[in-house]
């Protein structure tokens, strides 16, 4: 199996420099993977390299101030449309002949479809798994600004448990914690993601119902369970799908561990609705 070559994107913004970074395995159809709010590169396919296989070339990056990924050059600098800003710089420097995939997770999936609301012809489709919530003040299961705190403090474990949702089922408690302090320990600025975190969920992605209505590409989108993930409500997933149209909607089983929470399990859930469309060779 080709091995991930590691991907710089750096830009020049009205704010100071900003850079990216990631990487990027295999050859074929471009799929670019954007992840969500506290996590890293990591947290779309979870290691799964089934879309390599499969055809693709699949490019993950961390978003500003995540993972290796430089802060952004202002503390407040985390807004959706800087965010997509720094995603049409990546497919710039890419310049992939081939209509891209965007696979965004929660705040990369309003990522993804804010450029594509932007009428960027460089999408082929859309993956869009537990998307937020599109109205402002929507009730949220955890208070950013006391995982801000922690984080901004240095203090790993109480952020970790900080950010566990109210109304989670308690049989899911130790899978999640571990799950969100292994995406915490990631990151080289803990205290950018504080700034990200006392940001992005004030951020209203640039868009709403109405104009969800116009995207023309195909989209499958991804929910999860609302006791195993209470952060994204079900709900909101089904008014993404039910506004976007011809959208597909994908949920685990009941009882079942959520699909975004497992690799391999999207991943060919991917496969099978892109190979669907044309966008993937037969397997």
């Not at 959706?80 to 310049?95: C, F, H």
């Amino acid at each position: 199996m080709e091995t991930a070559m590691p991907l710089v994107v750096e830009r020049a913004t009205a704010l100071g420099r900003q850079v990216l970074r990631g990487e990027v395995a295999g050859a074929g159809r471009l799929i670019v993977g954007l992840h969500g709010l506290t996590a890293t590169r990591r947290n779309v396919f979870h290691g799964s390299r089934l879309l390599e296989r499969a055809g693709a070339r699949v490019v993950l990056y961390d978003a500003r101030g995540h993972g290796a990924s430089d802060p952004a050059p202002r503390r407040d600098a985390y807004t959706y449309d800087e965010l997509v800003d720094d995603l049409e710089a990546l497919l710039e420097q890419l310049a992939d002949p081939t209509p891209a995939v965007l696979v965004g997770v929660s705040m990369g999936a309003a990522t993804a479809a804010a450029l594509a609301l932007r009428g960027d012809a460089r999408l082929a489709a859309l993956v869009l798994v537990t998307p937020p919530p599109l109205a402002a003040g929507a009730p949220r299961a955890v208070d950013f600004e006391a995982v801000a705190d922690a984080l901004a403090a240095g203090e790993l474990r109480l952020a970790a448990e900080r950010a566990l949702p109210q109304g989670l089922d308690p049989r899911w408690r130790q899978v999640a914690l571990a799950a969100i302090w292994q995406r915490l320990s990631r990151h080289r600025h803990p205290h950018a993601v504080a700034d990200a975190l006392r940001v992005v969920p004030r951020s209203r992605p640039p868009f709403d119902e109405e104009r969800l209505r116009s995207i023309e590409l195909p989209v499958l989108v991804v929910g999860s369970r609302d006791e195993a993930d209470p952060l994204h409500p079900l709900a909101e997933a089904e008014l993404w799908a039910s506004t976007i149209p011809g959208a597909q909607l994908l949920v685990e089983e009941p009882g079942r561990s959520p699909l975004a929470w497992q690799g391999a399990q999207l991943s060919r859930a991917i496969c099978d609705f892109l190979r669907a469309r044309g966008l993937l060779p037969a397997s």
